[in-house]
């Protein structure tokens, strides 16, 4: 059985996850930028360990039809990790009203979103241009990402992995 986005969206459980021998300076800076609002970390790569696993649009939703920007998942062979990022099509960046990026961990490997299963999400309405990194711990476990955006008062457009599809399980 597959559970709406919208459910999983209600019972994720916000967790931030920081990799083990980081220097306090880089914990700091991270932590930073990823427990608030602030738009000081760089539209890039979740770290120079990280390379882009896939990239999907969001657009789904879309009165105009048009992409409303992208989520892009990341992953790092030597951090053991997967990490996401949401970010604003250049034509919308300043204009959203809220700004949304999920990552889901498949940990019991059985391809159902339940018990044991990590959630990780970050959202704000103060996000301009992009939300996250989301990082988790998915060393050769399927994940499904997501991303949200609400431009004004048009309603919230959303997009990544296939709603149920578990992806990306190296």
Known sequence: MT???????????????????????????????????AQAFPQGACGNSYRKVATYPIATGAKDGNSYGTVTLYQSP??????????LADRYVGKSSY???ALYVDKNRNRKYDGPDIG???????????????????????VQFTGAIRIGSQP???????????????
């Open 78 to 87: 030597t951090a053991h990790r997967k990490c996401v990022i949401a970010r």
């Open 3 to 37: 559970i709406p986005l919208a459910v999983r969206l209600a019972h994720v459980k916000i967790t931030r996850w920081m990799a083990g021998g980081m220097t306090v300076a880089a914990a700091a800076v991270l932590t930073l930028v990823s427990a608030g609002p």
């Open 99 to 101: 700004l949304y990026v």
């Open 156 to 170: 919230v457009v959303h997009g990544g992995t296939p709603e149920g599809t578990w992806k990306y399980c190296g």
């Open 120 to 142: 990780i999400a970050d959202g704000s309405p103060k996000y301009k241009w992009f939300a996250g990194p989301v990082y988790a711990p998915a060393e050769g476990l399927c």
